[in-house]
């Protein structure tokens, strides 16, 4: 019995003793953190010797809760930017160490004090080609129910992208949509609104538009591009497409900082970043990535789509968020 | 001497008094008093001290409809458990122990399933491209997808599969009770099979449908996935709305004054069974 304990015990501090050259990597799942875990966290465990465990999905929740009771189980995390705004001003989040992380190539749109760029999407139009009859051109055609019958799927939750895409459709000039103008979104809105399925999950925005169970959507370009890979008859077209970045945090009061830095100043560097981008269809946020790239990988990124690209204005929605969260759910829930 | 002694004490006390259910006192005040408790306070001091947001909870309509699609979509599902569950309890009953057990097997195992799992099934099978509709536009019957997803139907649907089981494991205790010799009896006395089953089954079973009937709708109150994936944002239920309030919108004082009506109604309706069930029970209804 003595000897069971004494075995216990003696794991149990080798487990305590091996923490300290371990962090944990939180992600929203799938293919996006798969692609995480094999670009990102394993070069960098070769070559830091630092494990990476991995954790998710992301939960803002989780993680106001796990900074204000003290305790934080999550060294780097992947989130939205306009939420990592708001939870640096809020106080959630650590200062980047840019002595460690090198600034000079990460793209400006995407990186502030509290936050350095994961990877950046486009919203696009995507369709299934069999439910489809025609080429839909833009955001316009989504919301013509004459010219283009059927269901179409938009993201559930309250972000940037459905308001933005309402209003373009109405007429609004890209420059011009900021600060959004709810009413005209929300009314623009109503004329669709029956024939609106809810995707919360790239995943599910995947299943409707392959199913044909929606006929059109608005879907991250990653997603569009997996379903290609996969020769899922999708069309998807490019004309105004919303671009927006995830960033990587670190939470206040991170036992592993010094590790998470590290990781940081890994995960965003030129080989890592191109390395994600080619496995995600997601475009990378260090400039000088694309000199790793294949050319043919290169073309399929948001960066080959500048021309009419429009960027999601993440300072509006981090001041507006909680405003436009309230609208957006009475209007869902009426 | 001390020997002795050990012998004579029995080996397992029963505890008597405060003192021995002191340790599961300390466990329920540890995980359940404390945390709602904070749960409370938060919901009165968050982001300023008061009762603004039980207002707001009551006064918004959107929150109000809320509550409403919770009753609602709870009183629904238990209606339609019972009137769904009662025949197979009925035959469960009167079935051959040995078939019985089959069938019970069946029941449980489709308990036991994870529910993720089959609430996506539901999702396979009724969506507009789902087994359902395309069945049903192949033979003729239909030539539009008919909407059994994204609404009240498809929660409807799928939570009715998930709670039957708790709906027929108490039935068929109650419905077992009953002597199929009174049946015998009032069809013998000019009884039809109908007026048999409202006259004397119904009654009989009374305790049985009303111990599954509460515990369905209490359970079905604070249901969450389900009515997430099956139903469409205008049927949205208190327990996803506390969710979104917590974990997207960060507004912890309302979605903290949400959980805690939740938990104070669950409570009452609890309350409730405990009184209905047991004064039934005292009076040999089971």
């Known amino acids: 019995m003595k000897l069971i304990l004494t075995g216990i015990l003696a794991g149990l501090l080798a487990a305590t003793a091996a923490r300290a050259d371990e962090m944990v990597f939180t992600s929203w799942g799938g293919t996006t953190q798969e692609a995480q875990t094999k670009s990102w966290a394993a070069p960098f465990e070769a070559s830091s010797g630092i494990k990476v465990l991995q954790d998710g999905p992301t939960d803002y929740g989780k993680l106001k809760a796990m900074v204000e009771g003290g305790s934080v189980a999550w060294d780097v995390v992947d989130v939205e930017m306009d939420f990592a705004i708001k939870a640096a001003k809020d106080g959630l989040l650590e200062p980047i160490d840019f002595n460690v992380v090198p600034k000079a190539d990460l793209d400006p749109r995407f990186t502030t004090d509290h936050a350095v760029g994961s990877f950046y999407y486009s919203f696009v139009l995507a369709w299934n080609k069999g439910a489809v009859s025609g080429e839909p051109a833009g955001w316009a055609d989504m919301f013509d129910l004459a010219k283009f019958p059927g269901k179409r799927t938009f993201y559930k939750w309250s972000a940037p992208g459905v308001i933005e895409i309402a209003l373009l459709a109405d007429g609004v000039p890209a420059d011009n949509l900021y600060p959004l103008d709810l009413d005209r979104a929300f009314k623009k809105l109503d004329t669709i609104k029956s024939e609106i399925v809810w995707w919360d999950s790239g995943a599910q925005s995947q299943q409707l538009i392959a199913s044909g169970e929606a006929a059109f959507g608005q879907l991250w370009n990653g997603r569009v591009f997996a379903l290609e890979q996969e020769g899922a008859d999708v069309g998807a077209s490019w004309n105004q497409n919303l671009t927006a970045a995830d960033v990587l945090v670190i939470p206040k009061g991170s036992k592993n900082k010094v590790s998470a830095m590290k990781f940081l100043a890994a995960a965003t560097s030129p080989k890592s970043q191109a390395m994600f981008a080619e496995a995600s269809g997601y475009a990378p946020i260090n400039t000088a990535a694309k000199a790793e790239m294949p050319a043919d990988v290169v073309k399929s990124l948001p960066d080959a789509y500048v021309d009419g690209q429009i960027n999601l204005d993440m300072n509006y929605w981090a001041e507006n968020r909680d405003k436009i969260a309230e609208r957006w759910y009475a209007w869902q829930a009426k | ?286």
């Open chain 2, 1 to 286: 001497m001390s020997g002795n002694l050990l012998h004579r004490q029995p080996i397992l006390r029963r505890p008597d008094g405060i003192g021995g259910a002191l340790p599961a006192l300390t466990l329920v005040a540890l995980f359940f008093v404390v945390p709602v408790v904070a749960l409370l306070l938060r919901s009165v001091t968050e982001p300023v001290p008061g009762l603004h947001n039980y207002a707001t909870l009551f006064g918004d309509g959107t929150y109000t409809r809320v509550f409403f699609n919770t009753f609602l979509v709870a009183t629904v599902v238990t209606a339609v458990t019972i009137i769904v569950a009662f025949p197979v309890a009925w035959m469960l009953a009167i079935m051959p122990p040995a078939l019985g057990s089959i069938v019970f097997g069946i029941i449980i195992l489709s308990m036991w399933t994870n529910l993720l799992t089959r609430t996506y099934a539901w999702m396979v099978l009724l969506q507009r491209t789902g087994v359902i509709n395309r069945t049903l536009m192949d033979i003729g019957l239909i030539s539009e997808p008919l909407p059994l997803i994204n609404n009240l139907t498809g929660v409807t649907i799928g939570m009715v599969y998930i709670m039957l089981p708790f709906m027929i494991l108490p039935l068929v205790g109650t419905l077992r009770a009953i002597d199929p010799m009174t049946l015998r009896a009032a069809a013998l006395c000019g009884a039809s099979p109908f007026e048999a089953f409202r006259r004397i089954l119904l009654p009989l079973s009374l305790p049985g449908i009303a111990a599954g009937g509460l515990m369905v709708f209490v359970m079905s109150l604070g249901y969450f996935v389900t009515p997430t994936l099956l139903g469409g944002t205008s049927n949205m239920m208190l327990a996803a709305m506390i969710a979104q309030m917590i974990q997207s919108l960060l507004n912890w004082g309302l979605g903290s004054a949400a959980a805690f009506i939740l938990l104070v109604v669950t409570m009452a309706l609890y309350a409730l069974q405990l009184r209905l069930v047991g004064a039934k029970r005292m009076t040999g209804g089971i």
